[in-house]
């Protein structure tokens, strides 16, 4: 939230005072910079300063027309919050609204903010003292209170009890419908079994799904290396589909080895509260080499494993070199920093 709360100016620290933890909302905020940031996204990007009289106010372009539009077809698609928060509750009105809650850390206090096409709410709920609150998160302490301002605001604000369905914004010119498969998250080809309708950039066409194909044993699903061995565990065959994680998985890992995890160049933290034996990271690699796939940290050999099963490997501060070696004699590099 630094950009948005620096625009609005009460924050204006640097980005990298805050780090990475900055994305997860570690920068502090008041409510009027919050909803005055929501209410940008409601006019499609246009950010103005709040004020608590009519007047005129600063105006400032804070995203694109498309980027608000995104994010407001995100936060009021009441199916994808439904795996979180259940359908029918607090967060859903009889009129479209776009709505995100928040918990801060300990429990100090939580958030609901959120926008319909005529109005933008904020709620905030806590002790002044920032003693923590007791069993009360986002969703069961602001959001009742957001449900019942929301739905007196749009009745004030249209002059009437029958809402309209109308949606919150128009898409943006620069956006285009398509069919997705919503395994691959590719463009649905004929034989993609689960398709649905997203939002794309016009300009850029997502690549045909390549997961599916149809082959004369049926539907068959072929899974990209890197997610072959969770889809093992995880996705059980169906009678009319053939998960094939390794055959002609692509040409490319008949051919290569690859390592899936770490990915070259990542950068992990040790954890000061965890004890130690819990902190260890999975070497894994795909290959198409039938041997086993034997392991080095910086020279030392550390294990081997088959292809596709992991070695452990315990976090230790410094620069690694990761090194695999498959059953052809094929090897592979990945630098990680363990800080
Ligand atoms: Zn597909």
């Not at 206090?109 to 009360?136: A, E, K």
């Not at 490319?252 to 004890?275: E, F, M």
Request: hydrophobic content about 40%.
């Amino acid at each position: 939230m630094s950009s948005l709360g620096g625009v609005a100016g009460s924050t204006a620290r640097p980005a990298s005072y805050y780090g990475l933890g900055l994305t997860l909302g570690n920068a502090e905020v008041r409510l009027d910079e919050l909803v005055g940031a929501y209410a940008a996204f409601a006019r499609g990007g246009d950010w103005i300063r709040p004020t608590f009289l009519h007047g005129s106010s600063e105006t400032r372009r804070l995203v694109s027309t498309r980027s608000a539009f995104w994010i407001t077809d995100i936060l009021s698609d009441a199916e994808a919050r439904e795996y979180a928060f259940g359908r029918g509750g607090s967060l859903e009105l009889p009129f479209p609204v776009a709505v995100k809650t928040g918990t801060s850390q300990a429990y100090h206090d939580n958030w609901t903010v959120g926008y319909s096409r005529n109005v933008t709410v904020g709620v905030w709920v806590g002790n002044f003292d920032r003693t923590p609150l007791r069993n009360s998160s986002g969703v069961t302490g602001a959001a009742p209170i957001f449900h019942a301002v929301m739905l007196a605001a749009e009745r004030r604000a249209t002059g009437t009890h029958v809402f309209s369905d109308a949606t919150i914004a128009g898409a943006s010119t620069d956006s285009s419908r398509r069919e997705i498969c919503v395994l691959s998250g590719l463009a649905a080809n004929k034989w993609c079994p689960t398709r649905r309708l997203e939002w794309t950039a016009t300009e850029r066409a997502p690549l045909p799904c390549s997961w599916h194909q149809l082959t004369d044993e049926g539907l068959i699903t072929i899974w990209p290396p890197e997610y072959r061995a969770w889809a093992a565990e995880h996705v059980p065959a169906k009678p009319m589909t053939i998960n094939r994680p390794h055959v002609r998985a692509s040409a490319r890992t008949a051919k290569t080895l690859q390592i899936v995890s770490p990915a070259d160049g990542s950068t992990y933290l040790i954890d000061p509260t965890l004890r130690r034996e819990f902190q260890s990271l999975s070497l894994r690699a795909v290959t198409g080499s039938r041997g086993r796939i034997e392991w080095s940290v910086n020279g030392e050999p550390i294990g081997a494993a088959d292809a596709d099963a992991k070695v452990d490997w315990p976090l230790t501060p410094g620069k690694h070199r990761i090194l695999a070696r498959d059953g052809d004699g094929r090897t592979a590099e990945s630098h990680v920093v363990v800080r």
